[in-house]
């Protein structure tokens, strides 16, 4: 069935088969490889994205749910060259370590400061906990976050970032 | 990859079209809201509906409502509104000490209470919690609404009152004035299943004695709630003595079976050791109002 979805803050439109999950829909249809795949069993949390603003797990949602709906990619994360403060927090405080959890954990530390910008450790542990870092660099994971509460986003950032393929091949096409 | 076998996917647009689509698509039809147990169980092919007949858009089922003497939650209210709403903390706090613990934050984004307990898990959290509060779950179907206790909605594992033709769609947990409610789980790591839990409501008298009490325990065993346990403490004080008696009683009510996450024998352990604690917590909070 067609469906339109508002992937990154552009309509993108597409026929997709209802068994189709949200996961498979960004990174084979769309070409956002950014969303990891990881346990497939809604365990790990290395798929998350940001549907309406929160987090979920992208391969337990079926991508025909998100017709007439906005999801967020770590994609899309960034504005043009400037990072969002959560993705200068994982570089000022080495907030990984493979690298395989991080766009999950960008986009759930974005959805914990747009919704608590000062938020205690426990917070932070909290929002995280149904996310595994098989490195467990947890503790510089929760550092990262603190930083970007700290350092929020109408502040100039230092890194620039690389051009990011921030949307659907459809939109830049 | 895994991935679900096909299916044709409607997505309602009311609870009469949801029940039209129940009757139009048949047996092999199924309402998925939060999908967070029935998507898994596609995937592994446990599950394998024709159709799916999605009740995301039904906002009339996402609310929670304060009425004299009944606290309304709609049947698509999320874990994580459960969890965020202070009046369902303040009434009943048990509510929030279970939605804490029930799979991950990221879950809870999805999952809803009415999906939970028409799943009807034996170690389904939110199960344990309308037992103790004596909750009302309301079933529409073709011949309307009719109410069923929730002591009678499971059928057994994986099985409850709704019909194939039917829809939960609300559910009710009656306000009792001078009573409060806790619950706590043990479990193997964050997300996981419980290894046990216990959830308790209790309510005093106006002397302090116990006027009324139940208790529940998850993933233990005990088919509804342990009567005898709760029944001990009525029209007593809730001293440490009383409490101690609930907690052997409703042990005793257990009947754990062992597997990965324990044997018997620690399993019992946990009904008699988290029964004294709901309680004292409950007790405590009935006391003081919080």
């Not at chain 1, 998350?48 to 337990?60: A, H, I, R, W, Y």
């Not at chain 1, 395989?100 to 910008?117: H, V, Y």
């Not at chain 2, 009434?91 to 939970?116: C, K, M, Q, W, Y």
């Not at chain 2, 044997?263 to 007790?283: C, F, G």
């Amino acid at each position: 069935m067609q469906i339109t979805t508002t992937v990154n803050g552009t309509e993108v439109t597409r026929e997709v088969e209802p068994r189709v999950l949200l996961v498979h829909h960004l990174r084979d249809d769309l070409r956002l490889t950014g969303t990891h795949w990881g346990c497939d069993t809604s365990n790990c949390g290395t798929c998350v994205v940001l549907l309406d603003g929160e987090p979920v797990k992208s391969c337990t949602v079926l991508a025909v749910m998100t017709d007439g709906h906005e999801v967020t990619t770590v994609e899309g994360l960034a504005d043009g060259a400037t990072l969002d403060p959560v993705q200068q927090g994982f570089m000022a405080e080495h907030g990984l370590q493979c690298g395989f959890c991080t766009p999950g954990m960008l986009l759930t530390a974005r959805a914990l400061l747009d919704r608590e910008p000062h938020p205690d450790e426990q917070q932070i542990r909290e929002a995280i906990s149904g996310q595994i870092c098989r490195c467990t660099g947890y503790a510089t994971i929760v550092r990262s976050i603190q930083w970007a509460a700290d350092h929020p986003a109408d502040q100039p950032a230092d890194q620039p970032a690389d051009q990011p393929a921030a949307q659907p091949a459809e939109a830049q096409a | 990859m895994q991935i679900p076998a096909a299916f044709d996917y409607v997505r309602a647009e009311s609870v009469g079209n949801v029940l039209d689509l129940l009757e139009r698509h048949g047996p092999e039809a199924r309402v998925v809201a939060g999908g967070h147990s029935l998507l898994p169980m596609m995937k592994l092919r446990l599950a394998r509906p024709d159709c799916l007949i999605d009740i995301n858009g039904l906002a009339e089922l996402d609310f929670v409502v304060e009425e004299p003497g009944v606290l309304r939650v709609g049947a698509l209210t999320r874990h994580a509104t459960l969890l965020d709403s202070a009046l369902v903390g303040r009434l009943f706090p048990i509510v929030h000490d279970a939605e804490r613990v029930i799979a991950d934050p990221l879950v809870r984004n999805r999952g809803t209470i009415g999906g939970s307990l028409c799943q009807a898990d034996p170690a389904e959290d939110l199960t344990t919690v309308c037992d103790v509060l004596r909750a009302d779950v309301l079933i529409t179907g073709p011949a309307g609404q009719r109410a069923v206790p929730l002591a009678e909605f499971h059928r057994g594992p994986y099985e409850s009152a709704c019909e194939q033709s039917e829809l939960v769609t609300e559910i009710r947990f009656p306000v009792v004035p001078r009573s409060s409610s806790a619950y706590e789980k043990v479990e193997r790591r964050v997300g996981d299943w419980a290894v046990a839990a216990a959830g308790a409501a209790v309510t005093l008298a106006e002397d302090g004695t116990v006027a009324d009490a139940c208790i529940g325990l998850t993933a233990l065993g005990l088919e509804g709630v342990a009567t005898e346990a709760a029944a001990s403490l009525v029209g007593r004080p809730p001293s440490e003595q009383a409490v101690t008696e609930a907690g052997r009683l409703a042990a005793e009510a257990s009947d754990p079976t062992e597997d990965q996450r324990g044997p018997v024998d620690y399993k019992r352990h946990l009904a008699d050791e988290l029964t004294r604690r709901v309680l004292r917590r409950a007790v405590q909070r009935a006391s003081t109002g919080s």
